[in-house]
């Protein structure tokens, strides 16, 4: 199998889906594209720490969304990826980019959606007083953040947390299922069929 990541930032879960290519828990897979939107991305070091070929396409130089989303589109497409991976990818993607990639991209996103779409989740969550946070990999639609759910880890959020310590939590929990989310999607355990997420068996 070959995946495409795409990042904005620090990299931890590239780091994690990485090392799960690497232990066999994501079997016959190899990362073949590592792609941000920013070129001071610290992804890109992880990953060419790893030996993996990385590309910048920076969204500023682009006049729109659409162009922005064609370029990205045709640097996927050269890899020819089984699987397109939101690794922390911070741009809102057209309608037409993700109806391309239906049921061949995935994200991961720091809530327990339905709650929590969009930005700051963990500052929303403490706010709302919830006492269980986390997060989400789900099939990518054109409705941000609202695909079909594919794995969610839980944790309990303490009375004493802050912003950080409660995205330090979850983000554990993050590089706990994004792994095991790809190894069902790749092993074809688990698809999207019909909008819906189907499971031949259940993780
Ligand atoms: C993660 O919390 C992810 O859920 C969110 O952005 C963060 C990216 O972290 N979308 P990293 O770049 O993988 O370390």
Not at 62 to 73: M, P, V
Not at 93 to 109: C, E, K
């Amino acid at each position: 199998n070959r995946l495409v990541l795409l990042i904005s930032g620090r990299g931890s879960n590239l780091q994690s889906i990485l090392n799960a290519c690497q232990s066999g828990q994501i079997s016959s897979t190899e990362i073949v594209c590592v792609i941000s939107n920013r070129a001071e991305a610290p992804g890109l070091a992880v990953a060419i720490q790893a030996g993996i070929p990385t590309q910048v396409i920076a969204h500023r130089d682009y006049a729109s969304r659409e162009d922005f989303d064609a370029a990205l589109r045709r640097s996927i497409d050269a890899h020819h990826p089984d699987l397109v991976v939101l690794a922390g990818f911070m741009r809102q993607l057209t309608a037409a980019f993700v109806s391309h990639y239906l049921g061949r991209m995935v994200n991961i996103h720091p809530s327990l959606l339905p709650a929590f779409p969009g930005l700051h989740t963990h500052a929303r969550a403490l706010e709302k007083g919830v006492c269980w946070h986390g997060a989400t990999v789900h099939f990518v639609t054109p409705e941000l953040d609202a695909g079909p759910i594919i794995v969610q880890a839980a944790v309990p959020v303490l009375a004493t947390d802050d912003p950080a310590s409660l995205a330090a939590r979850v983000l554990e929990a993050e590089h706990q299922i994004y792994p095991q989310a790809l190894a069902a999607i790749l092993s074809g355990r688990c698809r999207l069929e019909a909008g819906r997420v189907h499971w031949s068996t259940p993780l």
